[in-house]
């Protein structure tokens, strides 16, 4: 048996064998940050020989961070994403440090900087890349004394998934494996998982709960979070002291209330609401709803959409619950949604009332892998104990709508 710097017992970790990296990490930190480290003593500021960074309190050579005066790190990955950039948001205001892992295969570096104005300092990133196990090795080396993952990287495109299956295999579930073998390797104890409603598939029963069945995928996208969740249920029973939380989240929408950060897609959205923006906008001739032939009250498809900030705080939730976990290992699954389904005429007309434009659109065919409808059922929120969605569809209309205004004037 080993022990640590503290001289606590730890168990051995495992040897798994790691690839090298294919090149170095780049690494971005607070344009302000003192050039020295006292533990490292990289570079030596004479006259302050024993502060640290302002912002974080680590160095930007060795990433050495003080114990006694910092704040807990939490590597997020896909930190720059939609959903991952404003949960930094939640998390810097809550007290954490959050570091972002991103590789920009769909986001802007532009977000950086309007992280920084929202949080008042800039967040530290690392652009790696979560497939790149030796990369990511080296992320968890040079970080250290991690507190928690908030898994976000992955491809989340239903219908591209059905196009392009075994690059969301590998980058999905590739992904987090690495992430899982690597928390093991360095003792890292909490991990929140991203994952979706779509493990459900078309259910038998409206509304969902987390006891609900899981039922063949159907889409590719749909599998890999169902293999996803498999694969941390395995880890956990075969690792002692990992918590971890898995929410199953609907569909998100809205922007971050300031307009400085929202849904970015790169080329033609695959989502709703950006279409529905951009077209608002003038930067697409009309909106496509796919399908009119539904089983539902106006033939299109039923989604529970839950405003991103809503969204975000629930993940800051769900870190805080399996913190204060009384088990030593534990594996909760928790539905993040609003408990109502509005369908995509709904939703437009929702736009329509908070903007006070007419939408163009046009019915196409139904998408591959789309389901019919889907949403939560509102007493299952106690499985996220503390939470509780506060915005409604217009309130996420209202803000998406302004963050897509403020970027036609003020673009990433």
Same mark, same amino acid.
């Given at each position: 048996?080993?022990?640590?710097?503290?001289?606590?017992?730890?168990?051995? &970790?495992?040897? !798994?064998?790691?690839?090298?990296?294919?090149?170095?990490?780049?690494?971005?930190?607070?344009?302000?940050?003192?050039?020295?480290?006292?533990?490292?003593? %990289?570079?030596?500021?004479?006259?302050?020989?024993?502060?640290?960074?302002?912002?974080?309190?680590?160095?930007?050579?060795?990433?050495?961070?003080?114990?006694?005066?910092?704040?807990?790190?939490?590597?997020?990955?896909?930190?720059?994403?939609?959903?991952? %950039?404003?949960?930094?948001?939640?998390?810097?205001?809550?007290?954490? /440090?959050? !570091? !972002?892992?991103?590789?920009?295969?769909? &986001?802007?570096?532009?977000?950086?900087?309007?992280?920084?104005?929202?949080?008042?300092? $800039?967040?530290?990133?690392?652009?790696?890349?979560?497939?790149?196990?030796?990369?990511?090795?080296?992320?968890?080396?040079?970080?250290?004394?991690?507190?928690?993952?908030?898994?976000?990287?992955?491809?989340?495109?239903?219908?591209?998934?059905?196009?392009?299956?075994? $690059?969301?295999?590998?980058?999905?579930?590739?992904?987090?494996?690495?992430? /899982?073998?690597?928390?093991?390797?360095?003792?890292?104890?909490?991990?929140?998982?991203?994952?979706?409603?779509?493990?459900?598939?078309?259910?038998?029963?409206?509304?969902?709960?987390?006891?609900?069945?899981?039922? @063949?995928?159907? %889409?590719?996208?749909?599998?890999?979070?169902?293999?996803?969740?498999?694969?941390?249920?395995?880890?956990?029973?075969?690792?002692?002291?990992?918590?971890?939380?898995?929410?199953?989240?609907?569909? @998100?929408?809205?922007?971050?209330?300031?307009?400085?950060?929202?849904?970015?897609?790169?080329?033609?959205?695959?989502?709703?609401?950006?279409?529905?923006?951009?077209?608002?906008?003038?930067?697409?001739?009309?909106?496509?709803?796919?399908?009119?032939?539904?089983?539902?009250?106006?033939?299109?498809?039923?989604?529970?959409?839950?405003?991103?900030?809503?969204?975000?705080?629930?993940?800051?939730?769900?870190?805080?619950?399996?913190?204060?976990?009384?088990?030593?290992?534990?594996?909760?699954?928790?539905?993040?949604?609003?408990?109502?389904? &509005?369908?995509?005429?709904?939703?437009?007309?929702?736009? $329509?009332?908070? &903007?006070?434009?007419?939408?163009?659109?046009?019915?196409?065919?139904?998408?591959?892998?789309?389901?019919?409808?889907?949403?939560?059922?509102?007493?299952?929120?106690?499985?996220?104990?503390?939470?509780?969605?506060?915005? %409604? /569809? $217009?309130?996420?209309?209202?803000?998406?709508?302004?963050?897509?205004?403020?970027?036609?004037?003020?673009?990433?």
């Amino acid at each position: 048996m080993d022990t640590n710097k503290m001289g606590t017992p730890t168990t051995k &970790s495992p040897k !798994i064998p790691i690839p090298k990296k294919s090149a170095p990490l780049r690494i971005q930190h607070n344009k302000a940050f003192n050039e020295f480290c006292k533990f490292c003593s %990289s570079i030596q500021n004479p006259n302050k020989p024993d502060q640290f960074c302002k912002f974080c309190k680590f160095c930007k050579f060795c990433l050495f961070l003080n114990p006694m005066t910092s704040p807990k790190k939490v590597l997020v990955t896909g930190g720059a994403g939609y959903i991952g %950039s404003h949960t930094v948001v939640e998390l810097h205001a809550a007290g954490y /440090l959050p !570091i !972002i892992v991103d590789n920009f295969s769909n &986001s802007r570096r532009g977000v950086l900087d309007r992280l920084a104005q929202i949080c008042g300092e $800039e967040i530290p990133l690392i652009e790696a890349d979560c497939r790149d196990l030796a990369a990511m090795a080296e992320v968890f080396d040079r970080v250290g004394n991690i507190h928690a993952v908030i898994h976000f990287a992955a491809f989340k495109a239903v219908g591209e998934s059905v196009q392009k299956p075994a $690059e969301y295999y590998v980058n999905n579930i590739g992904s987090l494996a690495n992430i /899982l073998m690597l928390m093991q390797i360095n003792h890292v104890q909490h991990l929140v998982f991203s994952s979706s409603c779509t493990v459900y598939g078309q259910p038998d029963v409206l509304p969902v709960t987390e006891d609900s069945p899981t039922k @063949p995928a159907s %889409s590719p996208y749909g599998y890999t979070k169902q293999v996803g969740e498999q694969l941390i249920q395995d880890t956990v029973r075969a690792q002692r002291g990992l918590k971890a939380m898995t929410l199953r989240y609907f569909n @998100p929408i809205g922007a971050h209330p300031s307009g400085l950060i929202g849904e970015l897609p790169l080329g033609v959205p695959n989502n709703l609401v950006p279409y529905i923006t951009q077209t608002a906008i003038g930067l697409r001739e009309r909106l496509q709803i796919y399908g009119r032939d539904y089983a539902t009250p106006d033939g299109t498809a039923v989604r529970d959409y839950i405003h991103v900030v809503d969204l975000a705080q629930a993940h800051l939730q769900a870190l805080r619950m399996i913190e204060s976990a009384p088990e030593a290992t534990c594996n909760y699954i928790a539905n993040v949604g609003t408990g109502k389904g &509005s369908s995509v005429l709904e939703a437009v007309q929702a736009f $329509e009332k908070v &903007s006070g434009r007419s939408l163009p659109y046009a019915f196409v065919d139904r998408r591959p892998g789309d389901i019919e409808a889907v949403w939560a059922a509102t007493a299952d929120t106690s499985r996220l104990a503390g939470w509780q969605a506060t915005h %409604s /569809l $217009e309130d996420a209309m209202r803000d998406a709508w302004h963050w897509q205004e403020m970027l036609a004037s003020n673009p990433i």
